[in-house]
Nanobody, 115 residues
Framework: QVPLVESGGRVVQAGESLRLSCAAS????????MGWYRQAPGKQRESVAW???????NYADSVKGRFTIARDNVVYKLYLQMNNLKPEDTGVYYCAPWPTWSGSWGQGTQVTVSS
């Protein structure tokens, strides 16, 4: 079973919204704080948002007020609602345990925001 599968990315205009989804294996999801990460072209992967097993949310300053992270502990899914998207949000988005993950990363899902 692939431990992490991201989906939902596409090309959008600035100001639009997207909802990303991540399907995780129970072994990865159940007892971990889970996070969304993104990697912009030519840059290192960075944390965007993370959520504890008890649904406490945290966000990077760059997305605070625009993105909302959520998790479904029954079906082991992670979500990222992204509103008012900006060109600087462009990148490949990944989900994984937070703050570190030494396992296999998923393929990610590409989000491209055009101005």
């Amino acid at each position: 079973q692939v431990p992490l599968v991201e989906s939902g990315g596409r090309v959008v205009q600035a100001g639009e919204s997207l909802r990303l989804s991540c399907a995780a294996s129970s072994a990865v999801f159940r007892f971990n704080t889970m996070g969304w990460y993104r990697q912009a072209p030519g840059k290192q992967r960075e944390s965007v948002a993370w959520i504890t097993t008890t649904a406490l949310e945290n966000y990077a300053d760059s997305v605070k007020g625009r993105f909302t992270i959520a998790r479904d502990n029954v079906v082991y899914k992670l979500y990222l609602q992204m509103n008012n998207l900006k060109p600087e949000d462009t990148g490949v988005y990944y989900c994984a345990p937070w703050p570190t993950w030494s396992g296999s990363w998923g393929q990610g899902t590409q989000v491209t925001v055009s101005s």
